[in-house]
């Protein structure tokens, strides 16, 4: 008798895990070695805060063992009332160290005194910062934190060639800054000799309208003065009405009159202050000052 193929499906097996009983417990650790919390508080006295920073004396504590020599410490009462930064000085024992005060900004005033059972706890410095110097006007020219005195400064340079007339002309016509101004001088520089027995011609500034100077201040090119190439005819001082806005503008006029200088040529130089520059470095410096003084 043969065997019978009968082509059924074996069902798949069922594997059940049965855990086995729990193991003992292993053996607690060791305590780490000089676990010591960063905390402790003032026993058996009082203190007070020194007149001025300085060396406190002993000062008693529940455990000192987690301090060490030049630490900074903050102790403070339960309320924050009386308060004070120290550094360690010595650690004389496992319950005393003797502190210095530093009296930083949170600390209370000199002489209150710090009560039994107030708070110590690790601190930190401050800083210590120098502000940069007050920044002042400086005319020396010396190399220290100031301001140049000729901050902003700046020359204007307009050529003009004489004719041989006493016709009143405007070398300088509407010229616009673009920037906040002050006229701080001005005068002619011979380029090419002028010419003309006798010549001479008065000038004087505008701005907008207005004649530079309180007194205004002129110009008086003269052919005897300005014989030599490179000679600087200088203008009267100009003191008041000589400041402009960005958009103000500044002409230069030879008046109608005098005598005629036949020839030559040469440049009016105006020496200007661009105020913007100075009130900028100004609001600089009295930055740097209100900052000083904070710090």
């Avoid at 058996?44 to 900074?72: C, H, Y």
């Avoid at 706890?121 to 005319?139: E, M, Q, R, V």
């Avoid at 200088?261 to 209100?290: E, K, P, R, W, Y």
């Amino acid at each position: 008798m043969s065997a019978t193929n009968c082509a059924c499906p074996c069902p798949d097996p069922t594997v059940t895990e049965i855990p086995g009983a729990p193991g003992v417990d292993g053996a607690s650790g060791a305590d780490g070695a000089n676990c010591v919390n960063a905390y402790t508080v003032t026993t058996t006295a009082s203190f007070n805060l020194p007149g001025a920073p300085g060396p406190t004396g002993l000062v008693n504590v529940a455990v000192s063992s987690w301090m060490v020599v030049g630490q900074i410490i903050w102790i403070s009462d339960a309320l924050g009332t009386a308060m004070g930064t120290f550094k360690v000085l010595t650690i004389p024992s496992s319950t005393g160290v003797t502190l210095n005060w530093l009296q930083y900004p949170d600390d209370s005033a000199p002489g209150t005194p710090i009560t039994v059972g107030s708070g110590v706890t690790p601190s930190g410095i401050i800083p210590t910062f120098t502000p940069p110097a007050d920044l002042t006007n400086n005319t020396t020219g010396a190399a220290v934190a100031a301001l140049a005195a000729g901050v902003g400064i700046l020359n204007l340079s307009f050529n003009h060639t004489w004719v041989n007339n006493t016709l009143a002309v405007e070398p300088v016509t509407n010229f616009v800054l673009g920037f906040k101004f002050k006229i701080i001088s001005w005068a002619f520089v011979t380029d090419q000799i002028l010419t003309g027995g006798g010549g001479s011609r008065v000038c004087n500034m505008e701005i907008q309208t207005t004649d530079v100077g309180t007194v205004p201040s002129t110009c008086t090119v003269t052919t005897a003065g300005a014989a030599t190439q490179g000679t600087v005819v200088a203008a009267t001082a100009v003191a008041g009405a000589n400041t402009g806005s960005a958009t103000d503008s500044v002409s230069i006029e030879v008046a109608a009159g005098g005598t005629a200088i036949t020839g030559g040529s040469g440049q009016f130089i105006i020496v200007v202050q661009n105020m913007d520059i100075a009130d900028a470095i100004t609001s600089l410096n009295n930055s740097v000052t209100s900052i000083n003084a904070t710090l």
